[in-house]
């Protein structure tokens, strides 16, 4: 007999089914860390705005869906209208610079977390998770717009949190919400500025589930003890 036999066709399909479970997995794998990541990269875009002036695109084309009297539109007008909402509620340099490519982008990032959805008519239109999530934001612009405008001088609190790592995301949550404010970060998870934090704010945070891991200072006489 010999040891080293020639190997047979049906050998070569083994060794491909072999693989193909591994290619398989990985391509699983793939699927679901790219949704995961998409998911995440919504979540960051809705999140992690710089003030109370500053709006995402894909935040401002989503909203723009649901005020629409029947959430649906071809794609050039929800890009105009989208355009008209962040000329109203921004403050932007840069906002002449904005491209129809940027709000495609922000289009197929709606679709792919399955907030929007395309038609075969090529219209866009929300659906319900979308509406939900536009609502959302929609009353934190409101909450934030109302906002006191903050006072000038030197810093009089200082707001200390400590979120626990299995509610890791609540922590931009919280930053955007002292962006508005014009609140200063000194750390991470320490920020200061000249007024109190008002009452929305502190309802908003209790809310959320995080006022408890909050400490709110007031400081008296401002400065260092050097």
Not at 124 to 145: V, Y
Request: charged residues 25%; aromatic residues 10%; contains cysteine.
């Amino acid at each position: 007999n010999n040891p080293n036999p020639a190997p047979t066709p049906r050998d070569f399909l083994n060794l491909l089914l072999f693989f193909g479970r591994f290619s398989y997995i990985y391509l699983i794998i793939y699927q679901v860390s790219s949704f995961c990541y998409g998911r995440h990269k919504l979540r960051y875009d809705i999140c992690m705005r710089q003030s109370k002036t500053i709006l995402s695109l894909t935040c401002a084309t989503l909203i723009t869906l649901l005020l629409m009297s029947n959430g649906r539109a071809g794609s050039r007008v929800v890009i105009s209208y989208a355009k008209e909402y962040i000329r109203k509620k921004q403050r932007l340099a840069s906002k002449s610079k904005l491209t129809e490519k940027q709000f495609q982008q922000a289009l197929m990032r709606l679709k792919r977390d399955g907030l929007i959805i395309k038609e075969k008519s090529g219209t866009w239109r929300i659906i319900k998770k979308g509406k939900e999530e536009a609502s959302r934001l929609l009353g934190n612009i409101e909450r934030r717009e109302s906002y006191p405008e903050p006072k000038k001088g030197p810093i009089h609190t200082i707001v200390i949190f400590d979120i626990p790592e299995n509610e890791r995301n609540k922590r931009a949550l919280i930053r955007v919400e002292l962006r508005a404010l014009e609140f200063k970060p000194l750390q991470k998870s320490v920020w200061a500025g000249t007024g109190p934090l008002p009452k929305k704010c502190v309802v908003y945070f209790r809310d959320i589930g995080v006022l408890p891991y909050i400490h709110i200072f007031s400081i008296n006489n401002p400065g260092t003890i050097v």
